[in-house]
């Protein structure tokens, strides 16, 4: 069963930064993208950031590029999300998820393109 568990999530003022990280676990073979989406409440869960594991290839939402950074260490099979410059709208719960290449893919920001989700992480920015 694969398990991605992520961590780092908080309470930060505007303008801050924070870091979250997505730790694989029981994951045969490898992902094809790692990914992390965010949703508040009442709205669908959108892509923020999407990373290719093979290549390190990444994909931003509009709404964060220049702000975030999405990187991976294959040795702790663990992603990250680096978010500086946060603002209120920010605010959400923040999940990890992963693509296999025997999904379907509807496109490197599409919820439906991932198979393994994480648990959710809260990130909460105050202006």
């Known amino acids: 069963q694969v398990q991605l568990v992520e961590s780092g999530g908080g309470s930060v003022q505007a303008g801050g930064s924070l870091r979250l990280s997505c730790a694989v676990s029981?994951?045969?073979?490898?992902?094809?993208?790692m990914a992390w989406f965010r949703q508040t409440p009442g709205k669908e869960r959108d892509g923020v950031a999407v990373?290719?594991?093979?290549?390190?290839?990444?994909y931003y939402a509009d709404s964060v590029k220049g702000r975030f950074t999405i990187s991976q260490d294959n040795a702790k099979n663990t992603v990250y999300l680096q978010m500086n410059s946060l603002k209120p709208e920010d605010t959400a719960i923040y999940y990890c998820?992963?693509?296999?290449?025997?999904?379907?893919?509807?496109?490197?920001?599409?919820?439906?393109?991932?198979?393994?989700w994480g648990q959710g992480t809260r990130v909460t920015v105050s202006s």
């Open positions: 029981d994951y045969t073979g490898s992902p094809d993208r």
């Open positions: 998820a992963a693509r296999s290449i025997h999904h379907v893919d509807y496109g490197p920001l599409r919820y439906s393109s991932y198979r393994y």
């Open positions: 990373i290719v594991t093979g290549g390190d290839r990444t």
